[in-house]
């Protein structure tokens, strides 16, 4: 699975270069905004182009307090807006925002979200939200394209062919939730990085609960900076253990309704990682543990439900509409592949072409497969700069060495037998 790109120093390289990114995008915005990648960019498990990528805009003078938190603790009291959550008729990990206290300057797009409650205050409209946030068109420079909307995102595509989905978010502070997280006994992680986790707090997203007549002012409470920190301290182990577990979910299983997600599939990881003792996760386990996290997940799909590892109150499995037929197809694949044993793995198509691969090719092409990752990813941050990269020294080394790798690829996959005669076709399947 190192080879394949799963292992620890491409992972952390990954994580890296988009943090970097984050960084370099929040300075360009001068701090009125906070970029932040999510989901398995962020956790470092997907190379460039093998899945779109999750960002997070989040709004710095605005912040959204849990119920009996005093707004006086909010820092530069005068210029931040100030939100109250409301979660008293919203499902568990939801909440209605209603409007506390202007600043001295209130975002356009929060103003134009406003609703009235019926009472005479203001409450803020997620489904608004998301509409305005599409119409910002300065959050797009001339290589970017935006599509139509995508439930809570605002899809659009970098370069020709650099995809991703924007969520626009709002700071939350919510100290009892996390309160009652950090507090209960566990295995794992460690107090430091249950502190650690705890002081990046959690935002709410513009996503309401699916067919709840509140839906269209709802938000969802999220902790998508405490959980990459989550999935950045898992042990070896269990990373291979989430990548296997969403490898079934992709390969598989098949979800064509998003039924089963990456998202429920971490869950069962964190929850795996917390109840059981770190000495029992090292390499020779790992064939249990994926027999552990099958169970799990068939558990889930038979029940519909699963806890929400930040608020387990939260059933991630609510509202995942399985189809009973499906369901009972998905729990008999789920039971053939504990039954196989360690052969189950032979069913996902990456693991098996690397195990039938002949292992001095499969590491030659990984070799270049990754470097052409990291120079793509140097690129992106020096676009992110907003550096001139038609003089940029950095840029055009990148470019050199990026074409001489393609040409040792291409020379090598001409002796091999394949035909090729399009260096763009080969890199984009290199970045896949």
């Not at 390289?13 to 370099?24: E, G, L, Q, V």
């Amino acid at each position: 699975m190192n080879v394949l790109g799963y292992g620890p120093h491409i992972r952390q390289a990954r994580i890296d270069a988009y943090k970097a990114w984050d960084r370099h995008m929040t300075a360009r915005k001068g701090g009125s905004l906070t970029w932040i990648t999510t989901g398995s960019k962020a956790e470092g498990l997907t190379s460039y182009r093998e899945s779109d990528r999750d960002l997070m805009c989040v709004r710095n003078n605005v912040i959204c307090l849990e119920e009996g938190v005093d707004s006086s603790i909010v820092p530069g009291e005068k210029t931040i807006n100030v939100f109250r959550s409301c979660s008293r008729i919203s499902y568990h990990g939801h909440c209605r925002l209603l409007l506390e206290r202007y600043g001295t300057d209130i975002p356009k797009v929060v103003y134009n979200a406003l609703c009235d409650d019926g009472y005479g205050s203001g409450l803020l409209s997620s489904d608004l939200y998301v509409n305005q946030i599409l119409n910002l068109k300065y959050m797009y420079d001339e290589r970017t394209v935006g599509h139509e909307r995508a439930g809570p995102s605002a899809p659009f595509t970098s370069n020709g062919t650099d995809h991703a989905d924007l969520v626009g978010a709002l700071h939350f502070k919510c100290p009892s939730i996390l309160t009652r997280w950090a507090t209960r006994p566990r295995n794992w992680p460690s107090p430091d990085v249950v502190q650690e986790v705890k002081s990046l707090g959690a935002f709410v997203s513009p996503v309401g609960v699916k067919g709840s007549d509140y839906e269209h002012v709802e938000w969802r409470m999220c902790f998508n900076t405490g959980e990459n920190v989550l999935v950045n301290n898992l042990h070896d182990t269990q990373v291979k253990l989430y990548v296997l577990l969403k490898m079934v979910k992709n390969d598989v299983l098949k979800p064509c309704k998003k039924e089963v997600t990456s998202f429920i599939v971490k869950n069962i990881v964190l929850w795996i990682a917390e109840n059981n003792p770190q000495s029992l996760f090292n390499e020779r386990s790992l064939f249990h543990w994926l027999h552990e996290g099958l169970y799990a997940l068939r558990v889930a799909i038979d029940t519909e439900e699963l806890p929400y590892y930040m608020i387990p109150e939260r059933n991630l499995m609510a509202a995942c509409a399985l189809e009973h037929e499906q369901k009972l197809s998905w729990i008999v694949t789920i039971n053939d592949m504990m039954t196989e044993g360690p052969r189950m793995i032979l069913r996902l198509p990456k693991i098996r072409q690397a195990i039938l691969a002949h292992p001095e090719p499969l590491r030659w092409y990984s070799g270049r497969k990754r470097e052409i990752e990291m120079l793509e990813l140097i690129f992106l941050n020096r676009l992110a700069l907003g550096i001139d990269v038609e003089t940029d020294v950095i840029t055009q080394a990148v470019k050199s060495r990026r074409v001489v790798i393609l040409r040792e690829v291409v020379m090598r996959m001409i002796m091999e037998g394949a035909r090729v005669n399009d260096l763009i076709n080969v890199m984009d399947s290199l970045l896949m």
